[in-house]
């Protein structure tokens, strides 16, 4: 049975900080791209950052110099660091891993950055 459970979401304070990760299960996690994808209620979701099997990353321009994805191929587990948040990051993120063949999400995790 294939699980992604996203946990680290919470209420922050502008500028602060907050780790969110992704405990996979289910699945051969070592060969699946992960990405960290966020979405506001009615907007489209949006892709955050990327991680390849090798560890070559990349970031969604509104997250650069602020956010980082990485991943422990040992636990299954990816993670994001965010830093320095704005209002606007304000969002439901999401974990979700992707191979030729599969497309496998999270539940969610509500991130709410305000005063």
């Known amino acids: 049975q294939v699980q992604l459970v996203e946990s680290g979401g919470g209420l922050v304070q502008p500028g602060g900080s907050l780790s969110l990760s992704c405990a996979a299960s289910g699945f051969t996690f070592s060969i699946y791209v992960m990405n960290w994808y966020r979405q506001t209620p009615g907007k489209q979701r949006e892709r955050v950052a990327t991680?390849?099997?090798?560890?070559?990353?990349t970031y969604a321009d509104f997250v650069k110099g602020r956010f980082t994805i990485s991943r422990d191929n040992v636990k299954n587990t990816v993670y994001l660091q965010m830093n320095s948040l704005e209002p606007e990051d304000t969002a439901v993120y999401y974990c979700?891993?992707?191979?030729?063949?599969?497309?496998?999400w999270g539940q969610g995790t509500q991130v709410t950055v305000s005063s």
């Open positions: 979700n891993g992707k191979s030729v063949r599969n497309d496998y």
């Open positions: 991680i390849t099997q090798t560890g070559s990353t």
